[in-house]
């Protein structure tokens, strides 16, 4: 991680045969997906790897196995979210133990907490960690947004090497992004995948996209064609995201449809199981073939 | 409106002496700046105009001044937003004897609707009006966002000729943008103005941008950038953009501080008086003095 | 309004024929009705009254009819609840023309304000009042609740006279009654019929409750037996209350189930339209059976 | 926990004397005060007990501790909530083998869940706990509410022994107080200590307050009032109550004052450390000097 990381890289589901056991054998086919696909380096452990859903002897595993078959190809980054700083910092060692390149960190998740308490959490926690920290801002989930002011204060320690930006709010994103201009060597990711390649066009260093775990080289090329300026190329690829998200992502009325949708359609393209973490289910026959469905039409 | 419209229309300020009293050179003064700062349209009386807090009959005298002033050099729009149909039926009646080119729309913003609702809504309102609708999207003030699958039932209508878009939220904006893909007459227009750029280099057809009551020309300069693609063009001119969301929209910790900041800027630079309509008020001194500081800074 | 008012004032319904015409004579069997069942006192132009759906020449109509039919029995309070101050106005000096006791205000519901514009709202607006007024908390549509604190500042003008607050936060209520506890003069209503004995019991001054449109008798002996301190009259009669919140309030799944629910249960017992100003709708002949049941089953 | 259980049941504070260490003196001391002070139970590990911001094996030593300390003079509710169902169970296997007498789970809370399939989420953990379990709803963390059929339909497992409200919601406690009327073997236990008198004369069986780790005998002295219907001994004892809340938790404007007020008062008091665990901070010199006016002034 010498240098600043750029470009996709995706937010891998774990696979999962049921509550406690991992799809090892659907974990390789996946990582071995994306990585010919592309991508520039694996995020585990996220929201949409269901972090919160896992054990923690299950997330340790994850770790573990993903390290095994990844081998330092691209760089991985591990989610240590947590509600408890203690077993944040646990999991960082563990990270750090097999390799991993930084971690990534959403604010604590059940107290809401102000900017003050967000900003000691982390001047708290980073000192701790043995490892480079990206800031991860979830608000939907966390009920707190890191302010600007906030992301540029907790990134005064050096060891804060970017931010990934999931509230799909375009006038917060470019704010951060105008807070942080003078720091060159600090990535800024977009999460939601519909507004990764306009947010790259106005400077941001890349996405963190659930698709890429389906279709990597899909979102691999719309960065590129974003870095280049190649607005004709964004536009036309632009319109393949879009179906994604309007046909993989929006199956049923479930505030979970588009977790659901992912682990679906990775099922269905045979690279692994779809059985998804409780509180979630995955989907039944009849959603199944819509996923087969929008699959086929999208013609990648 | 026998073309589509494109660019920047700004969403004008309402300049006002006292709660019931227009002051109408500064509407003078303010409308000859826009106009000279080359923008492609007016829109009084939306969220920026503080129409809600405006008495009817203000209402009805700003319809009446912007339009003798404007003289039909550019499209003028007017909003209609109500809780009432019946109201927004009147106004849309004042709007068109006095010579308005089309009207926008919020949904109605004390009960929350269903998407159901809301449509019907539309449907029931749209036949009585006699000038073609923009829809207007601001959820963060009706507590309800036009669903896309919504914005397209409602627009089936042709006499919905367009779409604002006020929450900030890229992901939905993509999401209106794909499911109107078909609709090449149909203009959509993005209101917060940090993400203005971005969204028109992705298809969208301009902004409405309340800085672009205070320097017109920026938010001009900007779209023309966006819509060749000059993207180095584009970071350029988002950097002054971002500069004075940052510092003339940013003074005070009120969730009012847009709205105050659009107006003691154009008070001080002598464009019309700074009074705001109730429940808001106008800065003091020392908010005052930042803005002035902001403004000099922005070398503009 | 010489004493402090106490007991159950329905917030009653609007009876329309369609979106611009009052059902008069609804109104008048309605109001009828309510006398009959004992209500203290009756609120006009309250959410459940659908006023801000209504155009402003029909609320006028509707105060002016309910005077007419009222003659002063009991008092009457209208609820001048708008988003600008001058319409306010307005209608409070309608309603003192034809005899009003008191005027209802509920928080500007497009802007969100703080609580010191929240203050300053209303330290303009009651100046300009000739009849005593009610806050009215409603922070569900008008996304703000006064704090306690702004309650007793706002009081400090002793036309302000009492506080409904429908916020069903029964923290929040204790603490305003804790806050105004030196108030002896200061009326404090409940909304949610759901929680209104409990309040009477700790002290409250009585349930402004859509439900005594429909079963007046029920809410008022409910309030006698809590002022009282008849528990177990209190909980006998709550079985009747829940039922009615159970059964018509919940058909379907509609944000706006509640009223839907109140005017199609006085439609089914003959006392007035059921049309609903837009943006709602008037329940369908399956939902309206659920009701007819729901009436038979409360044996009342 | 043959019979319903009923009363006061202080969510006890978890006193530590850094982010990884019990406050093991101060706990026995905590213990020793609720017990002297009549309580009905005892309930660890929940909102006030920061349970989430404690590490794993921080929450397994204060189930022990708690264990060794009580000794089973009264009943040990435990909080398993965790946004892992594999880490809720482990949760619950270390209470059961400490002794405790139930389980107490909120809703996952990291994602947010709908109605089906939150139920689904308890009819997969319910029959892999060995202890009985009540659920407790705190919709303003977890981001979702249990609807009242929801509750129900948990509530078919008969291990499912009572429902505790944190929502402040008094129209919903009394929704599900309708849906539960049936189950008479069913506790309903209320969060917020404003509105406990209240509920407990509308049927509800007790208090999870947190000011009872302060003034236990206060909160056991308003339940018993309250039980026998002694609506004047409430009414004096519920202004105790609202002193507590007005004086004790609203010091600083902190989403966080309660947690903070009540650890420091307990302090002040000589009980235990007043450290909070991340992502929270104690009160320094300014508003201890406050809390311990409000101590005096409280005359307990």
Chains 1, 2, 3, 4 share one sequence.
Request: aromatic share 8%; hydrophobic share 40%.
């Amino acid at each position: 991680m010498k240098k600043t990381l750029c470009g996709i890289v995706p937010p891998l589901v774990t696979p999962l045969l049921d509550n406690n056991t991992l799809d090892v054998e659907g974990l390789e086919r996946l990582i071995e997906h994306v990585v010919a696909g592309g991508v520039h380096g694996i995020f585990i452990l996220g929201t949409t790897g269901e972090a919160q859903s896992l054990g923690f002897e299950l997330r340790v595993e994850m770790i573990k196995q993903t390290s095994r078959i990844l081998k330092k190809r691209i760089p991985l980054l591990v989610g240590i979210s947590d509600t408890s700083l203690a077993d944040s910092v646990r999991l960082s060692e563990i990270a750090a133990e097999y390799g991993a390149d930084a971690v990534v960190s959403a604010a604590p998740y059940y107290y809401a907490t102000g900017q003050e308490e967000l900003a000691e959490f982390y001047e708290e926690l980073i000192p701790q960690l043995n490892l480079p920290i990206y800031l991860y801002n979830m608000p939907s989930h966390t009920k707190v947004s890191f302010a600007p002011s906030t992301v540029k204060r907790i990134a005064e320690n050096e060891k804060v090497i970017g931010f990934k930006d999931s509230s799909a709010n375009g006038t917060y994103l470019q704010s951060v992004m105008h807070e942080m201009r003078d720091r060159k060597d600090f990535s800024i990711f977009v999460g939601p995948e519909e507004m990764m390649a306009e947010a790259v066009m106005m400077g941001a260093n890349g996405g963190v996209n659930g698709g890429a775990n389906i279709f990597p080289r899909l979102y691999v090329d719309l960065y590129n064609a974003a870095t280049v300026g190649d607005i004709a190329k964004v536009k036309e690829l632009q319109q393949k995201v879009m179906q994604v998200s309007a046909t993989i992502y929006s199956v049923g009325c479930y505030g979970s449809s588009y977790l659901k949708g992912v682990k679906c359609a990775l099922f269905v393209l045979g690279i692994c199981n779809d059985f998804l973490a409780s509180p979630f289910n995955r989907f039944g026959d009849e959603q199944r073939d819509k996923i087969k469905t929008a699959i086929i039409n999208l013609q990648l």
